[in-house]
């Protein structure tokens, strides 16, 4: 069967390639920290073997040894953990880098999803409000911990850059690349009302008449996430007032507010689980949908697909009129409510009227409590659409449904315990609970094993191509720390409903406002404890003009016509511009 190519719009393509243009004009641009340069004169008392005589040791002097000037020598690196691979070559640390960042990123994935699996199965309330936003920001805390840990105080003082770099990299790109991002790929088509019509996207690339919405309570997000900046703002105030014998105690005072407002946005997502239970109504959404679509398939009505990939409209129609069991070219509730019922999903405690009364009100247009022929079309072919993009192996018609209806109601069952899970053919909640901590355990091994060792990369790549370690690890790093949650959230905004984009909103303004206080917590408490230099007004002022500019932006408005994402996209050239005049012109730093 054939199917429609997958391409990509031009906004979000320049999205993922301009932090690695930016990268390359940042070691064009900036000068690194210079190693201490050898003098000329100066020479090594070391035997350069010419392959032949094999003699070593003491008996260079009158063997045929070269002495070599001192400065065309190769500084030997220090092998992480001592025994890690390192190089100072800027090929060698490259590859270094992104062997340890793909690690990154794999423990990233393996939090998120391990968490995802916790959440499922226990649902919301202590697990989705207090660990799974700790869980989500547990790479970035790792890295900016290590980052200030290893080495002498000088060392610590040098390579915490890196781990301010990954704080504000990570905060910026949430709320700028992804979010960008994220209003292309779930614009629908705005009505009158200037709210989005869920599943319609008519009008291409309309900066005025496209765009997302979102509900109020995504807002109330947005509010807390420019809340957050708080401690960034105390931590400053030495600065502002000229008064530097006070940093150590503005540094203090920052820790300990950061602490409290994570103590307290863990308490609130536990006592108002919104969003945790938004992301469960939809997984019961999403078992519906993929049973009735697989109804049709299992009462072998035929393809809903047709050869080129388009629903098929004549076995559309055949569903329409076996559903309509009194003939009168309308579908009623209680016809509705049978074919629910009918999908042998009564064993896992779905909500029969619930779910009446969520395909009504989507399928039911016109709002005469029916569902006409057309309406019906319309909304089975959304249907198909949304679980064919679901799907991301491509197979057969068969296996692609199956695949879409086992993950939905695979989803839906770990909710809840289920006591006859095994003869159904589903996994036991026991079994999905160790597969649960076996990806939490694994990730986190992974994070805390491999973030020294993509620091110490990090910071001999800046050494050997003269780019400031800020920008590599404002750049790349945020790349492979939250990679797994971006593509969540793009394929959750390409589902173009208010409900989904809201999710998405939502945990992208949850993502940066833990970046606001637990990974500031952890940055916080290594200056305040190996008594490091305060040094970063520059990078602190790029995270408060992002977050207040996007938090106020945000909170104050549900609806984002196309146009805002250029808004947020031309935030993160310019978050890079502010740091290097500010460090590299006016000296701030």
Known sequence: MARKPITFPLPLLLAFIFPFLLLLIAGRCADGRPISPLAEEETFDLPISDGISGRTGAAYEDGPFLVLPRGSATEACEPTYGFLPCTTTVVGNLFLVLVYGFLMFKAATYLSSGSELLLQILGPGIVGGLFLPILGALPDAMLILVSGLSGSKETAQNQVLIGMGLLAGSTVMLLTLLWGSCVVVGKCDLSDSSTSIDLQDTRGFSLFASGISTDVQTSYAARIMAISVVPFIIVQLPRIFKFPSGQRLAVLVALIVA????????????????????????????????????????????????????????????????????????????????????????????????????????????????????????????????????????????????????????????????????????????????????????????????????????????????????????????LATNSSEAVSAIIFASRKKQRSASLTFSEIYGGATMNNILCLAVFLALVYVRHLTWDFSAEVLVILVVCIVMGIFTSLRTTFPLWTCFVAFLLYPLSLLLVYLLDFVFGWS
């Open 259 to 478: 602490i409290a407002l994570l103590l307290s946005y863990c308490l609130y997502q536990v006592l108002q689980p919104w969003i945790q239970k938004r992301r469960l109504e939809f997984a019961k959404h999403r078992l519906v949908m993929s049973g009735i679509l697989k109804h049709v398939h299992m009462e072998s009505l035929g393809h809903l697909m047709d050869d080129n990939g388009k629903p098929n409209l004549h076995v559309i129609k055949k569903l329409f009129h076996k559903v309509d069991l009194d003939k009168n070219q309308l579908i009623s509730r209680a016809e509705l409510r049978a074919l629910i019922i009918g999908l042998r999903m009564g064993e896992i405690d779905l909500d029969k009227d619930d779910a009446v009364d969520k395909v009504m009100n989507e399928f039911d247009t016109s709002r005469d409590d029916n569902i006409q022929e057309e309406e019906f079309i319309e909304g089975i072919s959304k249907w198909i659409n949304e679980a064919d993009r679901s799907v991301a192996f491509s197979g057969s018609y068969s296996q692609r449904l199956h695949h879409f209806h086992m993950k939905a109601r695979n989803e839906h069952n770990m909710l809840h315990d289920q006591s006859d899970e095994a003869e159904d053919g589903t996994e036991s909640p026991a079994w999905i609970c160790f597969k649960a901590i076996l990806l939490l355990v694994l990730g986190t091994l992974i994070a805390a094993v491999f973030a020294d060792p993509l620091v110490d990369a990090v910071d001999n790549f800046s050494s050997a191509t003269k780019i400031p370690s800020f920008f590599i690890s404002f750049i790349a790093m945020p």
